[in-house]
């Protein structure tokens, strides 16, 4: 199994697309995470008014993250009528695996059609931080094999002995 737990920061937004008609954006982010077994966990964070610039500052923890799948990062601008999604990013669990621990790390949005970073930026992006652990119930298991010892120290619990 590739359970993980994660641990994740959603500092801010950086030069969101303009996306009403008299202000800038009305910005919030949804944090969709896979979960083992097919299914997700959403996560929302508040809504910054009239900002290309939201700090949100959101913490989440989860687990059970399936590990083989990335999340998904969705912006959204709320209106009175319909809220409208303006930018996704994709976060690759893989790598963040793999490197342990994001600090700070920017990642590039994607606008969706219609939509530019704000003022000729060359581009949107969030800033996150992250860390991915093999969950507990994945280590109780792989502890119990002595087959699977090199994979634990391979997550940064080699200092635990049996």
């Not at 959603?10 to 800038?24: I, M, Y």
């Not at 959101?58 to 083989?68: H, K, M, R, Y």
């Not at 507990?136 to 087959?147: E, G, V």
């Amino acid at each position: 199994m590739n359970s993980l737990s994660l641990n994740l920061t959603l500092h801010c937004g950086r030069d969101l697309p303009k996306a009403d008609l008299l202000s800038s954006i009305d910005a919030y982010a949804v944090v969709i995470v896979p979960i083992i077994g097919g299914q997700t966990k959403t996560f929302k964070t508040k809504c910054v008014q009239d900002d290309p610039n939201p700090d949100w500052e959101f913490d989440l923890f989860c687990t059970d993250v399936d590990g083989t799948r990335d999340c998904l990062v969705e912006i959204w601008d709320e209106d009175t009528l319909r809220n409208e999604k303006v930018c996704t990013a994709i976060l690759s669990l893989v790598e963040l695996k793999s490197s342990g621990t994001w600090l700070g790390k920017h990642i590039v949005l994607k606008c969706l059609s219609g939509f530019k970073p704000f003022k000729g930026a060359k581009e949107c992006c969030i800033i996150v931080s992250a860390s991915a652990h093999i969950s507990f119930a994945d280590l109780t298991r792989k502890i119990t094999s002595p087959n699977n010892w090199k994979e634990i120290q391979d997550f940064g619990f080699g200092h635990f002995r049996i």
